[in-house]
Structure formats: C-alpha cells, structure tokens
C-alpha cells in the first residue's frame, strides 16, 4: 500500500505546474502550483531534518486553517515525525494538558497569540520545548514563483523519496488526534498511514473526485473529517484546494471560488436553508445552486446528525446533499450514501473494506483497515474500544434490509428517566432544530419524570432579527417568547409518545459555542458541561413543573 507523500510526489512529477492550494495571505489569494506546494514541503522538511527530527518524534501543531498546515502536516510524513495537531481554540490549561500527555519534541504555533498562550500556561518541565512562529519565519512563498527547472524539481523529488522510503511505511503512525471529550476526558486516537489511505480510498470510490473538483476546505483540519475527506484525498486524486479564512467569510469564498464538491456539517447545510426562507427563496428553482456558486456537483455532510428538514429543501431544490458516518477511532469515515444509492435519514452503507455489525445492545461496531491502533498511552481504554478487531463505536443503530446504517443515538447520552424509559435525545433536539426560531436544542431528563430542553433562539428569530450572536438582547424570562417557543416545540413534537415530549424550557440568551466552553470544536454540544452550567435554572424549572403536575392531579 502507499503512504501518503508517495501521492504528493506523483503530482509533482506528472504535472507541477497545475493549481494545487489557493489561500489567503497578507490579504491576498494565491494560487500555489504542485511545484510550488512541493518546494515548500521540501524546505520545511529539510528544516526538521536539520533539527535532528527523527522517526516517531512527536510534533505538536497549533494552527488555524492556513496554506502552511498542509505543507507542515506532509513535511512531517516525509521525516517520519508523528504529527499532534491541537485546536488554536484551546484555553491555555486545555492546551497545558495535552502537551504535557503527547511529550513532544517540537511546537510548531501559528503565531504570537499562541506562543504567548502556550508560555504562559507551560509549566517549567515544558518549556525546554522548542517553539516555532510561523508567521516569524520565511518558510513559505508569499508571491507566485516561476516554474522549477526540471533540475530542481528533481532533485526534491527525488530527496523526499528517498527520505519518505527510509522513514515512512504503511504501518507507521501519522497522527495523534485528540477527541473532543464531549462526555468525558481526550484520548489521543493514533492512526497510521494504512488507515488514511485505505479510508481515503474507500471515500473515493464512494463518492469520486477529478482533477477539474475545485473544494473549498472550511472544515477545522485539527480533525480527521477534514484531514481525510478534505486533504488526504485531493493529494490522491489532484484537485484544487481553497483554504478559507474562516466559517465567517464562508458564503462569500464560496460565491468567489465556486466550488464543485462541498464536505461540511450540518450548521452549514441548515445555514443555506435559513438564508433561502429569510430571502423567501426555498420555492425559487436553483436558488439553492446559486448560494453554493451555481455549480456543486456533490455536497457531502458528516460530523452530526443531518435534519430530515434540511435533506428536503435540498432533494426540491435539486443539489445532491448525501450523509456519511464515521469516527476519529475509524479514520473517519464508516458509512456513506451516495449519489446513486442514497436513503435520506440514513447514514448510508458502509464504504469498501468497512463491515458493521449490531451488537445485542443495539451498538454499532465497526471492523476494517481504518480501525485506529489504538488510544495513546491507554492501553486499558484501547482494550476496552476493540475487541477481535472489532470496534465498539459507543453509537446505537440498526441496519436495513438493504444494508443502510441508521443511527438513534449515542449510549453515553441516553435519558433514562425515573419511569425507566431510555430516549435518545439527538432525535427529540433534530425536530427543535427543524423550526426556523431555534438555534440549538439540548434536551435534558435523566433521573427525571419530564424532558426539558435549553432552547437558542434564532439570531434571525423574533427580537433578534439581523442581529450578530454577540450584540443578542433576549429577554430570557420573556412570558410571550416562552410561550411562543413552547407552542411551536408542541406542534414539532406532534406524534411522539408522551415521556419523549418536553415539557418545559430553558431560553438561553448565548449560542453554545467553543469559546465559551460549551460545544467542541466540531460543534457538538457538550452536555455535561452545559446541564452543569445551567444547572440552578433547570432545577428551578423542574420544581415548577413538580408543583404544576401535582396540582393537575389533585384538581382530577
């Protein structure tokens, strides 16, 4: 099998004057040929050679998405070194953690602002560490550069091979990724290059891409969504790459780069379909097609749970939107629909080489070459993960008559409540979010007689219309507003049994969100953080609906 880099230094062979990567810098767009994505690779790999950077050496990467991730991520590959990427949007005590559990021998930082962070939270044992800025070093190309002579081109071909064959195998460790703890402690999920590959090649033949694919990568590359179904495969396959500035720029890169081939989660997907209702567009024939530049062959999601809302907006307006499912443990991707065997609400059918299998409590689990090797420095929780190469993936599901996967939650999250009933709450919170006044939902009950949820008003709902999130004015104990949201989470939980109705909400005047500590950087809620931190309105919530049930029933 081949590694990575070996697809990196096809294309610079075959054609390394073809547009590689586009992004931003110092205010500007540049086009990055494949010889000049390979140069930079080169040189960058031939400074960790120079610094004594050996095979299994760990590097810590602390970097928003820019041009220099990628050539950083397969310099590393090249040398051998394991890469640690950890999110920018860290706290400097979440950062101080995982430093200290991935020991590495170099940190490499985007800028001041985190070199700063990690100075100021390291503790002394640490701070031997030495700590590369990129923004303070000449690495990369800031113009556009003349094509290599052949000469040179070769001669860096031909040393990263070298170095590639000597120090790299398809068994060698590529990554630690550290999971996003949305119900307990980060484990760091080490894949190899047999992983990537096998999985980026399965995602290819589920969901192919061209040379002439232009994707704009958004997605956070501090995950193994956008490692894999981003980078990875536009190595193997050649197309353009747009890096974006940001989730905030997004619509606008998007209308300027037009691109053929989306991957994103849900939020951009319902995003689309809540600018086409304020625009009062959902009916306009290729209204859709337009917000997403007039030419997306294939929108692909994973991360989340797609609404069925979201996937029907998208199914009128004629823009094929398939949903995947996968793990940070499975590299990621285990199951996708495509755009010829595509079964909306499902999560599709696992992807070549991946089988899945029901366990009797109703878990997914997973076998295949994309399984991880295992959780970094924990071999009691890798143990506990896989069993007979079999992978138990913590999600509950079943599979159809036609082999589609569908998913009902997750068994870490599942409500129990004082009557005994087990709900899984991810469903109960997709038909909130199908109502255009909610942004997020969170329903909570455990050990408790009724649901409730915390409730996100739309930024674009009643009182906060055209408002950002930061500037929202909601008045939280707003009688009228709680009633409004109270009757329209009725009529969206029409057809459900009674126990899986909420009874009572919490209006919450901030999105859950990283910086504020309550979602990971994926997005996903994390629960136990936010029951936690909204702990005294929710009891105080469940006291009032105790005292309004034993009144009704002593009025009968």
Wanted: hydrophobic share 40%; aromatic share 6%; with cysteine.
């Amino acid at each position: 099998m081949q590694v990575l880099p070996e697809f990196l230094l096809d294309k610079l062979d075959r054609f390394p004057n073809r547009t590689a990567v586009i992004a931003l810098r110092h205010g500007r767009w540049i086009e990055h040929s494949w010889g000049q994505f390979g140069a930079d690779i080169f040189r960058f790999a031939r400074l960790l050679d120079d610094a004594g950077i050996v095979p299994g050496d760990r590097i810590a990467l602390i970097a928003e998405n820019r041009y220099e991730w990628p050539v950083v991520d397969l310099a590393m590959q090249i040398c051998g070194a394991i890469s640690v990427p950890l999110s920018h949007q860290l706290t400097g005590p979440q950062t101080h953690e995982l430093i200290c559990h991935a020991e590495p021998v170099l940190v490499i930082v985007s800028d001041d602002v985190q070199a700063k962070k990690l100075a100021a939270y390291c503790p002394n044992d640490t701070r031997a560490i030495p700590v590369w800025v990129m923004d303070d070093a000449e690495w990369f190309s800031t113009e556009p550069v003349a094509p290599r002579s052949d000469h040179t081109l070769r001669e860096e071909i031909d040393w990263m091979k070298k170095h590639c064959m000597q120090r790299t195998g398809p068994e060698s460790t590529v990554t630690i990724l550290y999971t996003s703890g949305t119900t307990g402690n980060p484990k760091g999920v080490m894949l190899s290059q047999s992983n990537l590959v096998s999985n980026a090649q399965a995602k290819l033949a589920t969901l192919p891409l061209t040379g002439q694919d232009v994707r704009l990568c958004w997605l956070p590359m501090v995950h193994v969504f956008a490692r894999l179904a981003d980078l990875a495969t536009a190595w193997i396959n050649g197309c353009v790459s747009v890096i974006s500035a940001g989730k905030q720029e997004l619509f606008g890169e998007i209308q300027r780069f037009r691109p053929t081939y989306i991957n994103g989660v849900p939020w951009l997907y319902e995003k689309c379909c809540r600018l086409l209702e304020a625009r009062q567009e959902l009916e306009t024939p290729g209204a859709l097609r337009q917000l997403l530049g007039g030419r997306p062959s294939i929108c692909n999601c994973g991360g989340a749970p797609l609404p069925i809302h979201v996937l029907k907006v998208f199914a009128a307006q004629d823009v094929v939107l398939v949903n995947g499912y996968g793990l940070t443990e499975t590299s990621p991707v285990l199951t996708s629909n495509s755009p010829t065997h595509n079964r909306p609400g499902s999560v599709g059918r696992p992807v070549p080489g991946v089988e899945i299998r029901i366990s009797s409590d109703g878990a997914v689990q997973a076998r295949g070459p994309n399984i991880m090797q295992g959780y970094f420095r924990d071999p009691q929780a890798t143990v506990a993960a896989i069993s007979n190469d079999w992978l138990d993936t913590g999600d509950l599901g079943h599979l159809d008559e036609d082999g589609y996967l569908w998913l009902t939650g997750r068994k870490k999250e599942m409500i129990v409540t004082l009557t005994g009933r087990k709900i899984a709450p991810s469903a109960i919170e997709q038909r909130l979010l199908a109502d255009p006044w909610i942004a997020q939902s969170m329903v909570v009950g455990n050990n408790r007689r009724f649901l409730t949820a915390l409730i996100v008003p739309a930024s674009d709902g009643p009182g906060t219309a055209g408002k950002p999130d930061h500037d929202r004015e909601i008045d939280t104990a707003d009688r009228s507003l709680q009633e409004s949201l109270m009757s329209r989470i009725r009529r969206a939980q029409s057809g459900l049994p009674r126990y899986e109705k909420i009874a009572g909400i919490v209006i919450v005047d901030q999105p859950f969100s990283v910086e504020n500590g309550m979602a990971t950087t994926k997005l996903s809620l994390k629960r136990y953080r936010i029951e936690q931190h909204y702990s005294a309105r929710l009891e105080a919530l469940y006291v009032a609906l105790d005292r309004e049930s034993e009144k009704s029933q002593q009025d009968t």
